[in-house]
């Protein structure tokens, strides 16, 4: 067993995204772990609140240049995990997590 993150390509249904050149990022969750502070809808349309969970919930899960800066904001801004966020975006370019990338590596800070 190893103690290296998962890869983010391998995370989610890639045989079913959007082609790379149109849609270059993409979402990765710990919804198991928001704490419904609702940072992340203040600062980007992708994200909504669920009146039902009380939840942050995305819109899509791959997104295009023009919807980076606000997930990446709302990366950034996610107080859950003790500031290290549960919104991780990343390049499917380079399998890298750009933010909220608390370890500065760009390896996936997930926490499951």
Not at 26 to 48: H, L, Q, S, Y
Not at 75 to 82: D, L, N
Not at 88 to 95: E, K, L
């Amino acid at each position: 067993m190893s103690d290296a993150p998962p890869k983010p390509s391998e995370i989610g249904d890639e045989a079913n995204a959007p082609p790379v050149d149109e849609k270059p990022y993409k979402i990765i969750f710990e919804a198991n772990k928001c704490i419904g502070a609702g940072r992340c809808a203040e600062v980007a349309d992708n994200w909504t609140m669920s009146i039902d969970t009380g939840l942050a919930q995305p819109g899509s899960y791959y997104i295009g240049e023009d919807e980076l800066d606000e997930n990446v904001e709302a990366a950034e801004v996610c107080p859950a995990k003790k500031g290290r966020g549960v919104i991780h975006v990343i390049d499917r370019r380079t399998d890298e997590e750009i933010a909220p990338d608390p370890n500065g590596d760009g390896t996936l800070s997930v926490d499951w």
